[in-house]
C-alpha cells in the first residue's frame, strides 16, 4: 500500500475518532477516503463500520448506568428488533454491486447530512407530535436498523427522532438507548460483513488503532470547542463529501 494511501486513511480515521466524540459524522471521513484510496464502494463501507466500530464500544459502556435503567425485558425485545434489521440491512448491502451502491452512495451522504445538521430540530419536531402513550414500534425501529446496516451515516439521529416519537423526553436516557442499540446493530453488521468477506482488514485495523486514538484525544477537544462551530464543521465535510460523489456520479 503507497504511504500516502496510509496516511490518507490514518488521518481520516484520526478525524473520524476525533468527531464521533464531539458530534458524529465520522463516517463522513471514513468512507470517502478508503473510496479515494482505491476501495471498491460496497467494501469502502463494510470497513468503514469496522473501522469505527470500537467508538460504539466505549459510547454504550460510557452510558452503561442509562441502560442499566431501562426494564430488561423491554430493552432486549428493542435490541432483538435492531439486530434483526440490521442483518437485513447488511444483507442488502452484500447483495449490491458496486455500481448500483455507487449510484445512492450521494444521496445517502446528503441524507445523512441533512440528518445531523438538523438532527436538533428534527428530534424536536418528533417530540412535539409524540403523545404520552405512544406505542414503541417494532417496525419503525426495524426500518431505521435496516437503513444503519445498510449505511451507518446519521443513524444517531434517526434513532433520537425516532425515541421522540415514542413519547421519550429525557436525553440522557435517549442518548444511552441509542448509543447501545447502534453498538449492538454496528456488532451484527461488521460480524456479517467478516463472514461475509467484504472487510479489507489491513486498512480496517490501523483505522481502527487511529480512530480509537482519535476518539481519546477527542475528549478535550470537545471541550475547548464551541458545538455549534463543530457542527457546522461537520456540516461541511458532509457536504463537501456528498458533492464529490455526485460529481464522480455524474462523471
Do not use: C
Not at 194 to 208: D, E, Y
Amino acid at each position: 500500500m503507497p504511504v500516502l494511501d496510509i496516511l490518507i486513511l490514518l488521518a481520516a480515521a484520526f478525524g473520524a475518532g476525533v468527531l464521533n466524540t464531539i458530534a458524529g459524522g465520522g463516517t463522513f471521513l471514513t468512507f470517502p477516503a478508503l473510496v479515494l484510496t482505491g476501495v471498491p464502494p460496497v467494501a469502502a463501507n463494510a470497513t468503514s463500520a469496522v473501522a469505527v466500530f470500537p467508538g460504539y464500544l466505549g459510547g454504550a459502556l460510557g452510558f452503561r448506568a442509562e441502560l442499566a435503567a431501562f426494564d430488561r425485558a423491554r430493552l432486549i425485545r428493542l435490541t432483538l428488533i435492531t439486530l434483526a434489521g440490521g442483518i437485513v440491512g447488511s444483507g442488502l448491502l452484500l447483495v449490491s454491486s458496486n455500481e448500483a451502491f455507487s449510484l445512492v452512495v450521494p444521496f445517502l451522504l446528503l441524507a445523512a447530512t441533512l440528518a445531523f445538521l438538523f438532527g436538533d430540530r428534527i428530534r424536536i419536531w418528533a417530540a412535539a407530535r409524540a403523545r404520552s402513550l405512544t406505542p414503541e414500534g417494532a417496525a419503525g425501529l426495524f426500518a431505521v436498523s435496516i437503513y444503519g446496516g445498510y449505511f451507518n451515516g446519521g443513524l444517531g439521529i434517526v434513532l433520537l427522532a425516532l425515541f421522540a416519537l415514542w413519547g421519550m423526553v429525557d436525553l440522557h436516557r435517549m442518548n444511552g438507548l441509542k448509543t447501545g442499540l447502534s453498538f449492538a446493530l454496528s456488532a451484527i453488521s461488521v460480524a456479517v460483513f467478516a463472514v461475509a468477506g467484504l472487510v479489507v482488514w489491513p486498512q480496517a485495523v490501523m483505522m481502527m488503532v487511529a480512530a480509537t486514538l482519535g476518539g481519546y484525544l477527542g475528549a478535550p477537544i470537545a471541550r475547548a470547542l464551541p458545538r455549534e462551530a463543530v457542527r457546522w464543521l461537520i456540516a461541511l465535510i458532509g457536504f463537501g463529501m456528498s458533492a464529490i460523489f455526485f460529481a464522480r456520479l455524474m462523471g
